[in-house]
């Protein structure tokens, strides 16, 4: 879970401006957010990961009820968050 937004698997990222798709190269990345943030005066990153539980039955049923052809089922979930972060450079939330 990277500053500015995004998610990368093999290393952390620190690019702050946005790419146009499909991006070219060796990275992997789902760009959840992807801006310019500064979570150094406040503001907070949170993850979580899911394996059981009600969250994976909602996200289930949220899945199946816009993709109602895929026929899906999920396993685990993954949610991170940018609680309160402020674009940079400014202050605030």
């Known amino acids: 879970v990277n ?13 702050y401006v946005p790419q146009q798709f499909p991006m070219y190269g060796n990275r992997d ?3 959840t957010f ?3 943030l500064d ?8 993850y ?3 394996t059981s539980g009600s ?3 909602q996200v289930t049923q949220n899945i199946n009820a816009y993709f ?4 899906f089922h999920a396993t685990w979930i993954f949610i991170a968050t940018w609680y309160e972060v402020a674009y ?3 202050t605030g939330t």
Do not use: K
């Open 34 to 36: 992807w801006t310019d």
């Open 48 to 50: 979580a990961q899911y």
């Open 39 to 46: 979570n150094r005066g406040n503001g907070n990153i949170y």
């Open 88 to 90: 940079f450079p400014m």
């Open 29 to 31: 990345i789902i760009a």
């Open 3 to 15: 500053h500015n937004g995004h998610l990368t698997f093999d290393a952390p990222w620190y690019s």
């Open 55 to 57: 969250l994976l039955q």
């Open 68 to 71: 109602p052809t895929l026929n």
